[in-house]
């Protein structure tokens, strides 16, 4: 089996199994741009649970930026009390909202460049809002199961840690064409198989086709592979 060949079998088995399986928070807020940003942000750090309460809970207040402009500090506060950093990221949700108003006409760019000025928005929370408000899928959106995932399955040196070289990494080796969901499907891939402390390396369907480079200690079941060349 080519590298090729072996990147497109583990692409199409996880795509295939996503099907069944939670979509990710982020996937919520396709094609909404404000939304999208200001769930990206509350998302640093957070779990997918906490990131979507604070976000709905927010939302249900005030879903535009003229409207949140008008709501105290408190409340902002106590909406985005599920995530982690809710102190900091209630600042960012008016600080996010006061630029879209004075700069950018309350409309939500989609340059990189101009995403990244907004205060709580890095490199990653700009690319994934590019890719779900406007389907802009120029880069892979580099979280930590993606960072965590393409390592084990030897598609990235684990030496590399920035986000954006291991975007670049990724993209040297993987089809255009699977850029555009490779960081959803490892979000549920990493949450429902190939987990942070126990991947279920025993029963995951990848297991032929997979390295496990790094890997110290696997679910329920050990699993030896002897498959993989
Ligand atoms: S075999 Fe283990 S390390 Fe490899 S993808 Fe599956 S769960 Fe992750």
Request: net charge neutral; aromatic share 8%; hydrophobic share 35%.
């Amino acid at each position: 089996m080519t590298e090729e060949d072996r990147i497109r079998e583990i692409y199409h088995r996880v795509s295939e199994a996503a099907e069944h399986w939670p979509t990710t928070t982020l996937d919520y807020y396709h094609g909404q741009p404000f939304k999208a940003l200001i769930a990206g942000m509350l998302s640093a750090q957070s779990r997918e649970e906490q990131t979507l309460k604070a976000a709905e809970t927010l939302f249900a207040l005030a879903d535009n930026p003229e409207d949140i402009l008008k709501l105290t500090d408190r409340q902002i506060l106590e909406a985005v009390r599920p995530a982690t950093y809710y102190e900091s990221k209630a600042k960012y949700v008016r600080e996010i909202c006061q630029r879209l108003v004075e700069i950018d006409g309350g409309v939500v760019p989609s340059e990189l460049d101009k995403l990244v000025q907004y205060r709580g928005v890095g490199w990653k929370v700009a690319v994934l809002t590019r890719q779900v408000a406007f389907d802009i899928h120029d880069d892979i959106t580099v979280d930590v199961h993606v960072n965590r995932i393409s390592k084990r399955l030897g598609l990235v040196d684990p030496s590399i840690k920035q986000p954006e070289k291991i975007n670049e990494a990724l993209k040297q080796v993987m089809p255009r064409e699977f850029w555009a969901r490779w960081n959803s499907m490892m979000v549920q891939f990493g949450r429902e198989v190939c987990k942070p402390t126990y991947p279920q390396c025993a029963t995951c369907f990848l297991r032929e086709l997979c390295p496990q480079i790094g890997v110290v200690q696997t679910g329920p079941r050990t699993f030896k592979n002897a498959e993989y060349k």
